[in-house]
């Protein structure tokens, strides 16, 4: 699977990974534990959407979706903007500070529409529970290999809130928003334990620490 969120050209050597994104954890595999099950105390629990707000998140979607590169290029424009070292986890634009320059990027577009390609799946997989999860925790055990931190994942649903509000309008309510944020709390904390899982499968096993990532994808699991 293509990385999401982060570029797809930056997948490191296993080996470089251990010296910038994962030390050997303080607290040995355990600690690791504790972080795969949410991180700061917080566990992977049911996805909790009504009904009623399946449907708000899909016919705001239904909306959203005939603007979507432009959502795509906002998200990630306002990303930059309110977290300019999130730039350090994609390759192609981590050397680019012109933002108005980034906004013109065909390949920041191109970038912006995988990630809408992800929501796009989610929404699609509201009802089916056990799909939508094991999306959500290959593309966090992929984006270990991106080298893309969990914490980066809850910028994204906050940004895509904020680009979202004015397309939508007055279609834009606190229901609407509170609906958006339950899904994407839920993507968040699913991603995060898919990427901790990651890290304590390489820790486990040696011969991964040397392994060389096919790029564009995380590399195979003993």
């Not at 982060?6 to 030390?23: F, Q, R």
């Not at 309110?82 to 980034?102: G, S």
Request: with cysteine.
């Amino acid at each position: 699977m293509g990385c999401a969120l982060s570029s797809p050209a930056t997948v490191p050597d296993p080996a470089t990974l251990e010296e910038k994104l994962c030390p050997a954890p303080e607290g040995g595999l355990d600690s690791i534990g504790e972080r795969e099950r949410g991180g700061e105390g917080q566990t992977l629990g049911p996805f909790l959407l009504s009904e009623a707000q399946k449907g708000l998140v899909r016919d705001s979607w239904k909306i959203l979706h005939q603007d979507i590169a432009r959502v795509g290029i906002i998200v990630f424009i306002r990303l930059f903007e309110t977290h300019p070292e999130c730039k350090d986890a994609f390759f192609l634009f981590r050397d680019v500070d012109d933002l108005q320059q980034l906004k013109m990027s065909k390949d920041l577009q191109a970038h912006g529409l995988r990630v809408m390609s992800f929501i796009e799946k989610s929404v699609a997989r509201m009802d089916q529970e056990e799909k939508l999860e094991q999306l959500t925790l290959e593309l966090g055990r992929s984006h270990f290999w991106y080298q893309a931190p969990p914490k980066y994942y809850e910028y994204i649903g906050t940004q895509f809130i904020q680009a979202a509000r004015p397309i939508l309008k007055e279609e834009w309510t606190s229901e609407v928003e509170e609906a958006w944020q339950s899904l994407f709390q839920y993507l968040v904390a699913t991603m995060r334990q898919g990427f901790y899982a990651e890290e304590r499968t390489t820790w486990a096993n040696p011969s991964l620490h040397s392994r060389k990532a096919d790029a564009g994808s995380a590399p195979d699991r003993a």
